[in-house]
């Protein structure tokens, strides 16, 4: 098991303790030492939480392994999945099982919680109903989709969000970054299914500063690649409210 493994799942609390003792001996093979490190590598089971936690600690230390944020390590987890998929050795299912795994921990946090809709809609490949993200999304398409949100994921690794980010989207007329509202594509439609007391047609959004519909939700993969570029021209040029 190597240091990205190991810091992710203990960051997710998904970390077993006999991985640290595999983990130290991966370490020995690889040429590093320490005294806590051949200790670490020697336990066998019971173990102890306290003692493998306070043992993997020191060993950091006297290897100067940096401990980074359980964000930071969840982030490099993740990175971690993406190229076991791209090296081959993990399938587009299992990279969204996991993906969807990390974004309920990190619920809070805009870059995961696409993997959980992913997932969801993974469950009805093929079926007929609008997706939420990759309408109609097939089997054959899969391997695509997952490349691109890998992709979308990378590029928006930098960008600091707002709490309500998947609320907003982005308008190509005017290119403001906020929350749309929603209107009927036909307002007759929406008239005479008020008249006649029918359920009202699907709302579709629209930019609030210039009324133009030609907006990109951010739940929408287009919507996210489309902010990313925006702010690798300059955080300058993006209007976020």
């Known amino acids: 098991m190597n240091t990205r493994s190991l810091l ?12 640290y003792p595999v983990w130290a001996t991966d370490q020995l093979v690889d040429g590093r030492d320490s005294y806590s490190l051949r200790i670490l590598a020697s336990l066998t089971p019971p173990f102890d939480r306290e003692e493998v936690d306070r043992l993997f600690r ?3 230390e006297e290897l100067h392994v940096r401990l980074p944020s359980a964000s930071g390590a969840i982030r490099d987890y993740a990175l971690e999945l993406f190229e076991d998929f791209e090296s081959g050795s993990l399938s587009p299912e299992r990279l969204i099982q996991e993906m969807a795994q990390i974004s309920y921990i990190e619920s809070n946090d805009p870059l995961y919680v696409v993997w959980i809709r992913l997932e969801d809609e ?38 600091t969000f707002p709490g309500d980010f998947l609320r907003k989207g982005y308008c190509r007329q005017c290119g403001q970054f906020d929350e749309p509202g929603y209107r009927p594509k036909n307002p007759m439609s929406d008239l005479i299914a008020r008249l006649f007391g029918r359920i009202r047609p699907v709302a579709y959004p629209y930019c609030l500063h210039c009324g133009g519909d030609n907006f990109l939700p951010m739940y929408s993969p287009e919507g996210r690649e489309r902010l990313a570029a925006e702010h690798r021209k300059g955080e300058s040029s993006l209007k976020m409210n």
Not at 8 to 19: K, M, T, Y
Not at 127 to 155: H, M, Q
């Open 122 to 159: 993974q469950l009805v490949l093929g079926s007929d109903g609008a997706g939420w993200a990759y309408p109609g999304l097939k089997r054959e398409t899969l391997d695509n989709a997952v490349r691109r949100e890998i992709a979308i994921f990378r590029s928006m690794s930098a960008i």
């Open 8 to 19: 992710g799942r203990r960051a997710l609390r998904d970390d077993h303790l006999e991985d």
């Open 58 to 60: 020191k060993t950091a």
